[in-house]
C-alpha cells in the first residue's frame, strides 16, 4: 500500500467518522451544553431521542411518541419496549456499555437499584422548575431520590383500588354507593354478599401471587400509618414485630380464607387469571389494580356494574401502592436536554389527561378537578388516592415482595392459611432483616 | 574383483527404499502432515465459531463467578468466596436435592413410556403414523405452552383435572395442586413424563426400524417369545439410541426452568426450586450475578460429569462385532 493509498484510506476513514457522528442521536451542540437546571436543559432541543419504556405500557409509550413526533420537526423520539423480566438487565447492560438510551421508562420499584449507584443524571434542579412539583406523585419521587437529590420524575401511575360490585351491593342490601371505608365494613359486606350463594363470594385475593398482594394488602398498612420497613437505604431496619396494622390485615384475609368468603381457587391464583372472576360478576369486593379491572372490563360493565373506591385502612383513612414508572435520563445519555424536553411534553396536562383512556392513571395529584372526576370517575378515586401513596423505598423490594420464597409471602401464608400468626411475623421479621442486612453488606 | 561386503558403503549410490504402505510413502510422513493441515482448515471455522460463543463466554463466566458483580455498578475480585458459600447455601444444596430428585423420578418412566410407545408404532400399520403424531405432539407444541395450559387445568373448582377426579372419586374437587409440595411435583412429574416420552419414542423408533429384520426372523425360527427377542435383539441393538435418550433425558431434567416457573414458581416456599431456578432468582431477582454465575458454572460441571459418566457407562464398544468376527 503506497502513501497515496493509505492517505485516501485515512481522508475516507475520517469522513465516516464525522458522518457517523452527524447522524448518531444527541448530536446538537446546544443538547451537549445544557445541564438540568440551566436555562436552556431541555428547551428547543434536536436530534433524536431514544426512549426504552416497558412493554407494560406500550399503549401508553406508543401514543406519546406517536403524537411528540407528529408535533416535533426538530426533536424525534425512537420509541424501544423492552420486556417486564428483562427491563432492568438491558438497561444495566447498555450503561455497562456506555451506550444507553437517551429516557426509560423504568419500573418505579427498581428505580433506588439505579440511583445508589450514579447511573441516572440528577435533575433535582429542573424538577424544581416544574410548576406543578409539588403535584407530582409522592411514591414517584420517593423511589426516585437518593441522599436528598431526585434522579427521576413520574412517567405513569399503577394504582391499587378497593374494586366492588354495584349490583351484588344491591342485592345483598348494601348501599352501592356506599364502599366500606374500614376493614371491618369491608368483612362485613363479603358476609352479606356471599350469603347471596349460587357461586357469588364476598371478596376474592390472588392467593398465590406474591406481587399482587403486596400490591393490594400493603396500602392498608400504609393508611394506619405503619410500614414494614424503616430508615434509609443501607441502613433499613425491619418492623415487622409487634406491628399492629400488619396484624389487622393479615387478620382480615385470614377471616376472608377461614369463612369462605373467598373462591377456593384463590389459593392457587399467581396472577394470571386474577380479576377475572371479579369481572364475571361473582365477586362482590375485590382490591386490584386500576388499570387492570379497566382492562379486563367492558365500558358498559364499567358503567353500570362496577365501581372503585380507596383502600381503607383498618379502621380508616386510605392509601394506594405507588405502581407504574418513573422516568430517568442515564448519565452517559447522549441527548439528555432533548430527554428533559420529551418528559415535560408528557408531563403537560394535554397528555396527562388522555391517560385514564390508555389504561393508566396521571402521576399529577392537581388534575383532579371536578370536570375530570366528570369525565373519569373511576379513576378519579385512582387519582385521589395518589397523594397518600406510597412505596416502600429500599432495595430488597423484589427479593422481599414478588418472589415465593421471599418473607412478604411466607409470613402471608403462615398467617393466612395456616392460621400462627406469631410464627408468621417471626419468619417476617427474621426474613425482612436478613434480606436487609444483605442489601447492606 | 572381490567386493567387500563389510567395507564402508558408498553414500554417493543413491539407495532403493523398501516399499511402504500406500499412503505414507512420500517424504518422510508429509502427507499425513498435509492430510492433518487440511484438518485443521476444515474445523477451524467450527472450531472459532466454539472459541467465541462458547468458549470464551465460558471462561468470562468462570471470571464473573469469581467476583462479586452485581447488576450494575462497580465489581470487586473475591477469589473462591462465591463458591465457598455456594456448599454452605442451604437453598442451594436444597435445589441440588430437588432437581436429583426430580431427575430420579421422571428419568425411569420417560425411557419405558416410551419405548412402550415406540413398541407401538414402530410397524407400518394402519393407523400408525397417527399414534406417531400423536405421542409425538406435547413435545412439538412445547413445554410453556402446555405448563401455562396445565396450570389453568389444575385450578381448584375450575380446572379439568379436579372435576374429572373428582367424578372418579379419586380427589376432591377443590384439591389445591400448585400449592403444596408432594401434589405439584407429583403432578410435574406425570406432565413431564407425558411431555418428553415422545421424543424418547422418536429415538427408539428409529433405532428399532434399523433393526435387520432377518434377525427377528431366525429368533423365529429358534422359537423366541416376543420378551425375548426384545430382551436378546432389540434392546442389545438399541443401545446407542437408548443412550442419547437417556443423556437427552437427565440434562434436560437437570435444566428444568419452565414448567416449575410457570406452575409454582419454586413454591411453596423453595421447596419445589431446581438448580435453573435458585440461578435465576440469584441472578435477576437479587441482582446477585457473581454469586449466580458459581452456581450455573458448578451446574455445567456436574452435567458434564453425569454425561460424561453416562456416556462411559453406555458406550457401545465398535469393535465388538470384529472381534466376534476373529474369534469366529
Known amino acids: ?113 439505579f440511583t445508589r449507584n450514579g447511573s441516572f443524571l440528577n435533575l433535582t434542579k429542573a424538577i424544581a422548575l416544574l410548576p406543578y412539583e409539588k403535584y407530582l406523585s409522592p411514591g414517584h419521587i420517593g423511589l426516585a431520590t437518593y441522599n436528598g437529590q431526585e434522579y427521576g420524575v413520574p412517567y405513569w401511575a399503577d394504582l391499587s383500588v378497593l374494586w366492588y360490585n354495584k349490583q351484588l351491593f344491591s342485592q345483598a342490601g348494601l348501599n352501592p354507593n ?13 358476609q352479606a354478599i356471599n350469603k347471596l350463594g349460587n357461586g357469588i363470594h364476598g371478596f376474592t385475593f390472588a392467593g398465590d401471587c406474591e406481587g399482587c398482594l403486596g400490591f393490594t394488602v400493603q396500602p392498608g398498612i400504609w393508611a394506619s400509618g405503619s410500614y414494614l420497613t424503616s430508615g434509609p437505604i443501607g441502613n433499613q431496619t425491619a418492623t415487622i414485630s409487634g406491628n399492629q396494622a400488619l396484624v389487622q390485615a393479615l387478620t382480615l384475609y385470614r377471616d376472608m380464607w377461614t369463612e369462605k368468603l373467598v373462591p377456593d381457587n384463590d389459593r392457587t391464583d399467581d396472577g394470571p387469571t386474577w380479576g377475572q372472576d371479579f369481572v364475571a360478576g361473582k365477586i362482590g369486593i375485590m382490591p386490584g389494580g386500576y388499570g387492570q379491572i379497566e382492562n379486563l372490563a367492558t365500558p358498559a360493565e364499567l358503567a353500570t356494574e362496577f365501581a372503585d373506591a380507596p383502600l381503607p385502612g383498618a379502621d380508616g383513612g386510605y392509601s394506594t401502592f ?87 409471602f411466607q409470613m402471608f401464608t403462615t398467617a393466612v392459611y395456616d392460621g400462627n400468626m406469631s410464627l408468621a411475623l417471626q419468619q417476617g421479621q427474621s426474613g425482612f432483616t436478613q434480606l436487609l442486612q444483605q442489601a447492606a453488606s | 574383483m572381490i567386493v567387500d561386503e563389510s567395507g564402508p558403503r558408498d553414500n554417493t549410490v543413491p539407495r532403493v527404499r523398501p516399499a511402504r504402505p500406500r499412503g505414507t510413502l512420500v517424504r518422510g510422513g508429509s502427507l499425513r ?55 454452605h447455601d442451604p437453598v442451594f444444596l436444597h435445589s441440588v436435592l430437588f432437581t436429583l430428585l426430580y431427575t430420579a423420578i421422571v428419568t425411569g418412566p420417560i425411557l419405558v413410556l416410551g419405548y412402550a410407545m415406540a413398541v407401538f408404532v414402530r410397524a407400518n400399520w394402519p393407523g400408525s403414523v397417527v399414534f406417531r403424531t400423536v405421542f409425538f405432539l406435547p413435545f412439538i407444541v412445547g413445554l410453556a405452552t402446555e405448563s401455562f395450559m396445565l396450570l389453568l387445568e389444575l385450578q381448584p373448582d375450575s380446572g379439568a383435572i379436579d372435576a374429572v377426579l373428582g367424578k372418579l ?71 446407542r439410541n437408548i443412550a442419547l435418550s437417556l443423556i437427552i433425558s437427565v440434562i434436560g431434567s437437570f435444566l428444568a426452568f419452565n414448567q416449575f416457573f410457570i406452575l409454582t414458581e419454586g413454591g411453596p416456599g423453595t421447596s419445589t426450586e431446581p438448580i435453573v431456578m435458585w440461578i435465576y432468582q440469584e441472578a435477576f431477582v437479587a441482582y446477585h450475578l457473581g454469586y449466580a454465575t458459581a452456581g450455573a458454572i458448578a451446574l455445567v460441571i456436574v452435567v458434564g460429569i453425569i454425561s460424561a459418566a453416562q456416556f462411559y457407562l453406555l458406550r457401545d464398544d465398535a469393535d465388538a462385532p470384529r472381534r466376534a468376527g476373529r474369534r469366529r
Open chain 2, 33 to 87: 502432515a498435509r492430510r492433518a493441515r487440511t484438518g485443521i482448515a476444515l474445523v477451524s471455522p467450527a472450531f472459532a465459531l466454539v472459541a467465541v460463543f462458547v468458549l470464551f463466554p465460558l471462561a468470562f463466566a468462570v471470571y464473573i463467578s469469581l467476583t462479586d458483580w452485581p447488576l450494575i455498578g462497580p465489581y470487586h475480585f473475591t477469589g473462591g468466596r462465591n463458591y465457598t458459600e455456594l456448599i
Open chain 1, 322 to 408: 405507588d405502581g407504574g414508572d418513573d422516568f430517568a435520563i442515564p448519565a452517559a445519555a447522549k441527548n439528555p436536554s432533548g430527554a428533559w424536553e420529551f418528559i415535560t411534553w408528557v408531563l403537560q396536562t394535554q397528555q396527562q389527561e388522555q391517560y385514564p383512556d390508555l389504561g393508566a392513571t396521571p402521576i399529577r395529584t392537581d388534575l383532579l378537578t371536578p370536570s375530570y372526576s366528570a369525565a373519569h370517575p373511576l379513576d378519579a378515586v385512582a387519582l385521589k388516592a395518589l397523594g397518600h401513596g406510597y412505596a416502600p423505598v429500599g432495595l430488597i423490594y423484589n427479593q422481599a415482595f414478588n418472589v415465593p420464597q421471599g418473607p412478604w
Open chain 1, 178 to 190: 356506599d364502599p366500606p371505608t374500614t376493614y371491618a365494613q369491608i368483612l362485613s359486606d363479603a
Open chain 1, 1 to 113: 500500500m503506497n502513501r497515496r493509498t493509505l492517505a485516501l484510506l485515512s481522508a475516507a476513514a475520517l469522513l465516516s467518522a464525522a458522518a457517523a457522528g452527524c447522524s448518531s442521536s444527541g448530536s446538537s451542540p446546544a443538547a451537549v451544553a445544557a445541564s438540568p437546571g440551566s436555562a436552556n436543559f431541555g428547551v428547543n432541543a434536536t436530534g433524536t431521542v431514544q426512549f426504552w419504556a416497558r412493554t407494560v405500557s406500550k399503549t401508553l409509550a406508543q401514543k406519546l411518541v406517536s403524537e411528540f413526533n407528529a408535533t416535533h420537526s426538530n426533536l424525534k423520539v425512537k420509541l424501544t419496549l423492552t420486556s417486564i423480566n428483562d427491563d432492568t438487565t438491558s438497561l444495566a447492560t447498555s450503561i455497562r456499555a456506555g451506550d444507553p438510551p437517551d429516557v426509560v421508562g423504568l419500573n418505579d420499584i427498581d428505580m433506588p437499584t
Open chain 2, 169 to 239: 372419586g379419586l380427589a376432591s374437587s377443590s384439591t389445591a395442586w400448585t400449592v403444596h409440595y408432594g401434589l405439584a411435583l407429583g403432578a410435574i412429574c406425570v406432565f413431564v413424563v407425558w411431555f418428553a416420552s415422545g421424543l424418547t419414542m422418536m429415538i427408539l423408533m428409529g433405532g428399532m426400524q434399523g433393526v435387520p429384520g432377518e434377525l427377528y426372523e431366525a429368533a423365529d425360527v429358534d422359537g423366541a417369545t416376543w420378551w425375548q427377542k426384545e430382551r436378546r435383539i432389540t434392546i442389545p441393538m438399541l443401545r
